[in-house]
């Protein structure tokens, strides 16, 4: 069994899953100790991952390539992954660009340039579909370059920040 931690939104959840040796669409999980059934598309990929059927309940999702973030129907979730099963942590990935991760509106913008970080210290307020979304930073440092100001629009993608 691989064993995971999984927070979404700030919650977390130990997943178990069986090995996999091979290409399976249906799979029995545990979480947080309780089977669940899941019956998935054969991506190969997270970012390709549509929808997924939960114990027979369906769920659309669009989920970011990096794990990071997905959206339901229920709104914009903020997803950490952790192995806990592996012997050393893995470094930040990326450059330290935060990108807009939908597009929308900044309402808000939390912090100035040459301003100290953390780990997940919210950056700024992306307004999307009547939701505020923090933008998050992916790792603790210093605030190099703020590309947007409130009010601004933003489209999927488009550089927000930078963290060193």
Request: glycine letters at 8%.
């Amino acid at each position: 069994m691989s064993k995971l931690s999984i927070t979404i939104d700030g919650r977390t959840f130990v997943v178990e899953t069986p090995p996999l040796r091979r290409i399976t669409s249906e799979i029995t999980v545990r979480v947080d100790g309780q089977p669940v059934n899941v019956l998935a598309p054969e991506t190969g990929s997270p970012e390709l991952l549509d929808w997924l059927i939960v114990d027979g309940r369906p769920y659309e999702l669009v989920v970011d390539p990096n794990l990071r973030w997905m959206r339901s129907r229920y709104g914009l979730h903020q997803v950490e992954v952790r192995d806990l099963e592996a012997t050393v942590a893995r470094p930040a990935s990326g450059d330290g660009r935060i990108k807009a991760p939908i597009p929308g509106l900044i309402t808000r913008v939390l912090v100035s340039p040459g301003e100290t970080v953390e780990l997940g210290q919210p950056l700024m307020v992306l307004e999307a579909m009547k939701m505020e979304n923090e933008i998050r930073a992916p790792r603790a440092g210093r605030v190099a370059q703020i590309h947007v100001t409130p009010g601004q629009s933003v489209a999927l993608g488009v550089v927000l920040a930078e963290v060193e």
